[in-house]
């Protein structure tokens, strides 16, 4: 058995390889490990409104492009509702509310393009 470690796209994964007995070929690779640690998304842009940042932050579950903002500044919005939706894979991608709140900042524009993780807006 050989163990190597690969990385793609910044996702380190651990592999093991075993040999074959009668030709000593590779035959089998086992399912990659869960990744070890993917990278930081790069940090937000400071936000856009002028009444300041929440404290509950709203991140991109996925890289894309901002497609449009369903929620504005002082909107009250309930778990599980719409702030902004994303445009990955010629998919729309909604990206909701973790609690209830209202709406403090809106931190990227619509045609923003986004990494995973990255704050999009904030609430109290």
């Given at each position: 058995?050989?163990n190597?470690?690969i990385t793609?796209?910044?996702n380190?994964?651990?592999?093991?390889v075993?040999?074959?007995?009668?030709?000593?070929?590779?035959v089998?690779?086992?399912?990659?490990?869960?990744?070890?640690?993917?990278?930081?998304a790069?940090?937000?842009?400071?936000p856009?409104?002028?009444?300041?940042?929440?404290s509950i932050?709203?991140e991109?579950g996925?890289?894309?492009?901002?497609?449009?903002?369903?929620?504005?500044?002082?909107?009250?919005?309930?778990?599980?509702?719409?702030v902004?939706?994303?445009?990955a894979?010629k998919?729309?991608i909604?990206?909701?509310?973790p609690?209830?709140?209202t709406v403090?900042?809106i931190?990227v524009?619509v045609g923003?393009?986004?990494?995973?993780g990255?704050?999009?807006?904030?609430?109290n």
């Open positions: 058995m050989k190597y470690t793609v796209n910044g380190v994964y651990d592999v093991v075993e040999e074959g007995a009668s030709t000593g070929a590779p089998a690779a086992k399912a990659p490990a869960a990744p070890k640690a993917a990278p930081k790069a940090p937000a842009a400071a856009k409104a002028a009444g300041g940042a929440g932050k709203v991109a996925a890289a894309g492009k901002v497609f449009k903002l369903e929620k504005k500044v002082g909107d009250a919005v309930k778990r599980g509702d719409a902004v939706i994303i445009e894979m998919m729309e909604p990206v909701v509310a609690e209830d709140g403090a900042s931190d524009a923003d393009m986004i990494e995973a990255a704050v999009l807006a904030t609430l």
